[in-house]
């Protein structure tokens, strides 16, 4: 059974940082690109970060340009999202996500259960 | 950015009747749909992707149909573990964009 359990949620001021992480299981994560998505509180989803495979590909939404970074480990099938500068419109529920197929298939089967970071002072 | 537009927002059912969801794109994205549902507390699920493709353990009374900018779910005969959200998404531009989501409830 594939299965993604996140980490690394909690508190944090603006302007700090955080890092997320994604255990991964059930599956080869080399073989399947993966991605963050969030959803603010009552808010709808949005996509947030892409990384390739191998690792050597990254994609991100501008809302997150610059301040965060996608990283995986495929030795230790962990996937990884380094937060900076953080903001308080960055609070949201974070879920990784494993594409459907191997490929340039980017939709998402299936998710975590998803890590609540919350930037207040 | 491709944006993507569902409507209704909020869309009232009795048990067994049929449910019709619409997402609309800003632009063509050939077939790149997928569909999520998502209930309270819960994380989304794949329900469709391909814009018509059933995913593993789906029910047959879940189908999506459209191409290009067009899209609709429809859900034949409601079930009570179906009132939930039900957001829509393309993965044929960067970035990737979901639409706002339409709410099934109880009517």
């Known amino acids: 059974e594939v299965q993604l359990v996140e980490s690394g949620g909690g508190l944090v001021q603006p302007g700090g940082s955080l890092r997320l992480s994604c255990a991964a299981s059930?599956?080869?994560?080399?073989?399947?690109?993966m991605h963050w998505v969030r959803q603010a509180p009552g808010k709808g989803l949005e996509w947030v970060s892409r990384?390739?495979?191998?690792?050597?590909?990254?994609h991100y939404a501008d809302s997150v340009k610059g301040r965060f970074t996608i990283s995986r480990d495929n030795s230790k099938n962990t996937l990884s999202l380094q937060m900076n500068s953080l903001r308080a419109e960055d609070t949201a529920v974070y879920y990784c996500?494993?594409?459907?197929?191997?490929?340039?298939?980017?939709?998402?089967?299936?998710w975590g259960q998803g890590t609540l970071v919350t930037v207040s002072s | 950015e491709v944006v993507m537009t569902q409507s209704p927002a909020t869309l009232s059912v009795s048990p067994g009747e049929r449910a019709t969801l619409s997402c609309r794109a800003s632009q063509s994205v050939n077939n790149n749909l997928a569909w999520y549902q998502q209930k309270p507390g819960q994380s989304p699920r794949l329900l469709i992707s391909?814009?018509?493709t059933r995913a593993t353990g789906i029910p047959a009374r879940f189908s999506g149909s459209g191409s290009g900018t067009e899209f609709t779910l429809t859900i034949s005969s409601l079930q009570s573990e179906d009132f939930a959200v039900y957001y829509c998404?393309?993965?044929?531009?960067?970035?990737?964009?979901f639409g706002g989501g339409t709410k099934v409830e109880i009517k």
């Open positions: 996500a494993k594409v459907g197929l191997p490929g340039g298939y980017n939709w998402f089967d299936p």
């Open positions: 059930g599956f080869t994560s080399s073989n399947y690109a």
């Open positions: 990384v390739s495979e191998s690792g050597d590909i990254t």
């Open positions: 391909g814009a018509s």
């Open positions: 998404q393309q993965h044929n531009h960067w970035p990737l964009t």
